[in-house]
């Protein structure tokens, strides 16, 4: 029998993040969480509610009023029509991660993700005791996984992010359509991650709702709408297990965070939301512009905030590059490797989660620091 | 192979909850969260948190100044001395029994608890794919486990509370020692839920920790401290379990709400905890005067806030009882079927957590509509 929690890996970059905070002049671009704040409004709702003494439980689900303007941003985002019973709010994405495996991954049931991918969906799995399957994707498939790669590893759930952390890169319409109808003739439940809609760059992302009712979709307030540390996701679930999954939400979490689901009904505000996405596309722009001189970057990101960067002509081990960078430059980068295992050493995540004079300060001391590289660089 | 949500029993209170919702006039001994609100310390704490921004996620163990304040607190209510190292911060309870049986119970471990008990413990067990082992517990025994019960069942991990959800029965110095002796000499991890501490109207509330430094114990800021919808908890771990205990909580929760954790920080207000107590005890002391006029009381509640009355003079069906209580006299209560299996349909719950008008108004519509079951009382 496998230990759930002897295969779960800490995150190495952890370890980055309690070095990098003994340097005052650190430069932090390993940090996976917005800088920015929530919109005005946001705030206001938390105070009010303190003022209304919402110190109890919710509804399990959530409250409806929150569910309902979930059910409103399906329809204005993707034109999808779902019920509000469909909808439940979640301690974070992670939260409704947790419940999505656990409805789906029966002892013994296959959960199968890329690698590299985010590094919770191989440890939840682990911690139910559920061996992943990997499909390694590289530069050659733009990171995606395909029906023909799903294929060939044996899944009863296909956990899918797009836009993706940490590679940035957004799958289209049309092979979002591919995978649900694999996934659908397969027997596969999808689980789509789409925790970074919002913050797309280019062409538009599209939810797994929008070619097929049968996905599992997850998503929250942590990224686009600014509010990590509220710990507030949201999963919606085919209406067959509607019932199932109340059952384990009330058993798992009671509820989720009710100040959070107050602050989540002021959340949805579209001014604020533009100009979150404004700062972000500015700061994408201006980092891949640079970065792409120093290494090789085989996607330029579409969303998220992240450049997953090949850096195997300065070094073959990404996670010593980024020790020594930390140590000697003082810039903090995550490592390929809390990503997976495949080729994940010739690569570390720049995330884009500060302001643009933090951005500009980590790219001209990068730029002095690679040059002891020089010797090295032939290709 | 066991499914893990086949056996996941959704609480039958919730439909008693949302059938009495109909009901202007309904009375509430079914709610198991507090009326009263926390600390005003702690409105202001999050507030000033809002302004000063704190929106990120805290370091994956909690906010280094709250682990602290736990520390103290063992210090000063059980002389006992953990290290800050051993301190997560969970999102709620809930989240610290998660991460404290993904810890223990690798497939095929067995956890026993005592049947009747608080419904999640088993069900957490069945989301992990784990078979919970039953030590039935009656009135003979005051509903506590003994080493001899505990030696009649196979375990890896025992699930212990005191005061207890739903009896209100609290564990004495003696008994406590006696299990802990026991659990270590067999090699059994003690897992404490000490949730209602704090809440305690006779004699002490010990914890676990002082007669080992080997148990899980598990707390948090639901009931004493008023905050049940701040979705904030805390878990104790030994030493030499920190380590992975970190792994869990990083992928599992990334972090504990931070608004809930600055919340935290002003929880432990002495004076504000001692009126809460006080208007708890009050409220004990008149229920169960009353209700041992009614129902066979087999326990006087030492902590909690509930009563565990046996109906059997009126009904053979708590469930059904509980049913037409409701429908008849708007009463609502929480059929013993939500705790367990053994002798639980003798049994409802009352919970006293609401205003003395309210508890008052609710004996005095009790003790009218019990009149119909005169002609049945013969004991």
Known sequence: MNSRHENVTPFYVMDIVKEAAKYDDAIHFEIGQPDLLPSPKVSKAIKDAVDDGHFGYTDSRGLKALRDKVVEHYKKEYAVEIAPEQVFMTPGSSGAFMVAYMLTLDSGARLALSDPSYPCYKNFAYLLAIEPQFIPVSEKSLFKVTPRELALVEADVFQISSPSNPIGNLYS???????????????????????????????????????GDDAIVINGFSKYYCMPGMRLGWMIVPKKWVKKTEAIVQNLFISAPTLSQYAGLEAFDDAHLKAVRRVFKERRDYL?????????????????????????????????????????????????????????????????????RHLKEGVRRLKAYLLRYDRVVSK
């Not at 998220?304 to 960067?309: D, E, K, S």
């Open 173 to 211: 319409a049309d092979e979002l359509a591919a995978l649900s109808t694999y996934c659908s003739e397969a027997g596969i439940t999808m689980i789509s991650d789409e925790l970074y809609h919002g913050l797309v760059y280019e062409g538009r992302a599209h939810s797994a709702l929008e070619f």
């Open 288 to 356: 891949y512009g640079e970065l792409k001189e120093l290494f090789d970057i085989p996607v330029k990101p579409e969303g998220a905030f992240y450049i997953w960067a090949d850096i195997s002509r300065y070094s073959d081990d990404s996670l010593i590059f980024a020790q020594e960078l930390l140590e000697e430059a003082h810039i903090a980068v995550t490592p390929g490797f809390d990503f997976g295992s495949f080729q994940t050493k010739r690569y570390v995540r720049f995330a884009y989660a500060r302001e643009m």
